[in-house]
């Protein structure tokens, strides 16, 4: 995991904090009804995505949505890393404008029917 930080100019053509907004862990774990140390432990379990904002951990808030994290992500990432992906790098794929995707990102696909169609995108990038 980076503690490096994308800025909305490290993040060409997209700012993850203007389309949904940043959580706290605390207001992750208050989210999933989990305790903190869960949070923690699925960051580090790749489970959920956390990069330091203003020297503090936030994870994008459309990345749990209505309560869980979204079904798919924890493979995404999963399959982010395995390319060599860290941190900054998985969140600016997450957020790079995509017409060919619901909701025009790889992250707002994952919470519709091209879910599948970015977890394929994201496994064609490890070759």
Known sequence: MTDS???EAAVPGADPAAAAGWLTLPDV?????????KIHQMIRDRELLAVRRDGVRRIPADLVA???????LPGVLTLLTDAGYDDEAAL???YEPDDTLSGGTP???LAGDHAREVKR????LGF
Do not use: F, G, M, Y
Request: hydrophobic share 50%; glycine share 0%; no cysteine.
């Open 29 to 37: 774990a208050e989210r999933l009804d989990l305790p903190i140390s």
């Open 107 to 109: 992250a707002a696909a």
């Open 66 to 72: 209505n309560s869980i994290v979204l079904k798919h």
């Open 92 to 94: 600016r794929w997450l």
């Open 5 to 7: 930080v994308p800025t």
């Open 121 to 124: 995108r994201a496994q064609a």
